[in-house]
């Protein structure tokens, strides 16, 4: 008590005077950095600075200051000593100028997510709708690059139809066999897409070169006809068989086959004046 001096203030003693003698040292310095020329408000916060507390929760208290809003000292106030540095970090990154759904977007990444995985998270942003999120939220971390390449130009704006087109190019697929996928589009019929679909990546280029000339605008029986035109066959074979069409009756078709590649163009002549109309002698 003899520090008390005469050139003190009334406040100065008054402040000095809650120093007993009960208290230990340690009390004793943290009440007196308490001085005079503080506010209220930082003494306020300064006297929650007690004694059982570590160093750490004293460092970590000692930066909410007069001059943070409320708001500020309550985002502040959920770091703990408990805490890594790295959990510290990851929080200390919600501000106040923040809205609630920005704050609830961050707070989902956590310490024990890979850089990968926040990166990943970082990119759903509030702006956003939900369909957008979702459709982020299924690009994960153990996907490799090229399945999240090929799932990226799925995007809100398509149709489901769209997507689920989309959705069956895979990562496994050769290029070829992307590609061959990639032109059955929304805008065509079921029966364009099951046309398309049996042109397989094991043909050679002349296979589907056959198949393609097959429409949808063919009856049945058209295709049926063009079907048999195969890839073994030479050129002349295909030219032989291309004359046979889907207005000739059966007859008409049966005179037709037996010209074969094998005869001469004399033969083939003497055969084709044989028609429908004559009798077989």
């Known amino acids: 008590m003899s520090c008390r001096t005469v050139g003190q203030s009334q406040e100065e003693r008054d402040l000095m005077s809650c120093r007993a003698v009960g208290q230990s040292q340690e009390e004793r310095d943290l009440m007196s950095c308490r001085t005079v020329d503080q506010s209220q408000e930082e003494r306020d916060l300064m006297s929650c600075r007690t004694v059982d507390q570590s160093q750490e929760e004293r460092d970590l208290m000692s930066c909410r ?15 703990t000593v408990g805490q890594s540095q790295e959990e510290r970090d990851l929080m200390s990154c919600r501000t106040v100028g923040q809205s609630q759904e920005d704050r609830d977007l961050m707070s989902c990444r956590t310490v024990d997510q890979s850089q990968e995985e926040r990166d990943l998270m970082s990119c759903r942003t509030v702006g956003q709708s939900q369909e957008e999120r979702d459709l982020m939220s299924c690009r994960t971390v153990g996907q490799s690059q090229e399945d999240r390449d090929l799932m990226s130009c799925r995007t809100v ?18 290029q070829e066999e992307r590609d061959l996928i990639s032109c059955r589009t929304v805008d065509q019929s079921q029966e364009d897409r099951d046309l398309m679909s049996c ?83």
């Open 199 to 281: 042109r397989t990546v094991g043909q050679s280029q002349e296979e589907r070169d056959l198949m393609s000339c097959r429409t949808v605008g063919q009856s049945q029986e058209d295709r049926d006809l063009m079907s048999c035109r195969t890839v073994g066959q030479s050129q002349e074979e295909r030219d032989l068989m291309s004359c046979r069409t889907v207005g000739q009756s059966q007859e008409e078709r049966d005179l037709m086959s037996c010209r074969t590649v094998g005869q001469s163009q004399e033969e083939r002549d003497l055969m084709s004046c044989r028609t429908v109309g004559q009798c077989l002698q």
């Open 157 to 174: 704006g398509q149709s489901q139809e769209d997507r689920d087109l989309m959705s069956c190019r895979t990562v496994d697929q050769s």
């Open 65 to 79: 200051t007069v001059d943070q809003s409320q708001e500020e000292r309550d985002l502040m106030s959920c770091r």
